[in-house]
């Protein structure tokens, strides 16, 4: 199995580093030729605004989203949640997603890059987990299909939903990539080796 990482903008190296960590081959998309031979991506945290107008000016956003569409594993992780949302709150009105979880996603949810922040949350399947916020996403709503795996607990964004799975794609509004911690990626390369081996 080969999982891409989108590498268009953004954190994708650290996305590259924490699954070659798993043993895991992953190399980075730039080019539909490189989208062609990949079984799962990763897309990674950044600027989803300029993920999604480099994604349409480098004839990827639509490749991706059939692609999706057609059954292929995705996470997404900060901006990379936005991305695979199916509508996005206080985006730029040209913004486009690749789709792939039922979710309505505002953008910045949290405030700017000062208000960035760490803490605890409980991810089911996996557990307690240190997670890093920096001028992140939230789900605001998501589908009856979409099971909801982390929320945050205490203070003014109590409850609010922060990493979602919907069959063969998974969403995070923290930052894994950049904990050392690679539970939340074995989770995901588990979860494409499972669809890919049936």
């Not at 998309?29 to 950044?46: F, I, K, N, S, Y």
């Not at 009105?93 to 949350?121: C, H, K, L, Y």
């Amino acid at each position: 199995m080969t999982i891409g990482v989108l590498a268009l903008q953004g954190d994708f190296r650290e996305h590259l580093l924490a699954l070659a960590e798993l043993g895991v081959l992953a190399r980075p998309v730039r080019r539909v030729e490189e989208l062609d031979t990949v079984h799962a991506l990763v897309v990674p945290g950044g600027e989803s605004t300029a993920i999604s107008k480099l994604a349409v000016d480098f004839g990827l956003a639509g490749p991706i989203r059939e692609r999706i569409a057609a059954g292929m594993p995705a996470y997404g992780s900060c901006a990379g949640m936005i991305m695979l949302g199916a509508e996005v709150l206080d985006g730029r009105p040209d913004q486009v997603t690749f789709g792939g979880v039922d979710m309505v996603v505002r953008r910045n949810a949290f405030g700017r890059q000062i208000d960035s922040f760490e803490t605890d949350v409980e991810l089911d399947g996996i557990g307690e987990f240190r997670t890093v916020f920096i001028r992140a996403p939230w789900a605001e709503t998501v589908g009856p299909d979409v099971e909801v795996i982390g929320r945050i607990k205490g203070g003014r964004a109590d409850g609010r939903i922060v990493a979602v799975r919907q069959g063969r794609v998974m969403a995070t509004a923290f930052h894994p990539e950049v904990t050392g911690d690679l539970r939340v990626h074995q989770t995901f390369v588990d979860l494409a080796r499972g669809y890919l081996d049936q």
